[in-house]
């Protein structure tokens, strides 16, 4: 006849093996949501690009330049030339709008109000940049095509260039330059509707007592 101990030694032997079982299976388990949580992360969608804060209120001056710019627009431009660098310099553009000095000595103008039209100061080069497009939308407009994307162009090749080629030059920078700003404007748009709603959130918050 087999003892109780016996009994009782295969009994912790079984609740052993069922425990550790559980143990596996949850470790397991946890280990699998885990990557899953990991993988989901690697991949998920880069972040939208948004405006600085620091910009927000100049660029939203300079689209109220003429109707043919606006916000969007101009960030995604901003963002195509200099990523919102003020200090760019590709040795020939220069600042955040990445005026050539030929082109700023037309166009550059003193919006900061600090008596010089410094192309290295943002409020100066946005405004600008603004002002410039609106000229080069009058400039290409009997051009055949989008006005938006004809200036765009402009602004990278010239309007001569423009106006010669009867619409974009068959310019690699060129071309990829006008889709580079296309494929980023409805991001900006996005990201512009949320900076938006908090400013007015922000303006409709009580003030502190």
């Known amino acids: 006849m087999e003892n109780k101990t016996g009994h009782r030694s295969r009994s912790r032997r079984r609740g052993c093996v069922v425990g550790c079982l559980v143990a596996v299976v949850a470790l397991a388990a946890a280990v699998a949501v885990g990557l ?14 948004s405006i600085p804060d620091e910009y927000l209120s100049t660029v939203q001056a300079a689209a109220r330049t003429c109707p043919q710019v606006n916000v969007p627009l101009l960030a995604a431009q901003i963002d195509a030339e200099s990523h919102w660098n003020p200090e760019a310099n590709s040795g020939q553009a220069q600042g955040i709008a990445q005026f050539y000095p030929s082109t700023w000595s037309e166009w550059g103008k003193d919006y900061s109000g600090d008596g010089t039209a410094d192309v290295w100061n943002p409020q100066d080069a946005i405004r600008s940049q603004a002002a410039y497009m609106c000229a080069l939308f009058k400039q290409v407009k009997t051009v055949p095509g989008d006005p938006t994307q004809l200036t765009l162009a402009a602004y990278n090749a010239g309007p001569t260039a423009v106006i010669n080629a009867g619409g974009i030059p068959r310019i690699s920078e060129t071309e990829n330059y006008v889709t580079r700003i296309e494929d980023l404007i409805p991001d900006y748009t996005k990201t512009y509707a949320q900076q938006v709603a908090a400013q007015q959130s922000a303006s409709a918050s009580p003030s502190p007592s």
Request: cysteine-free.
């Open 36 to 49: 899953h949580l990991w993988l989901a992360w690697l991949n998920r969608p880069p972040p939208l690009p």
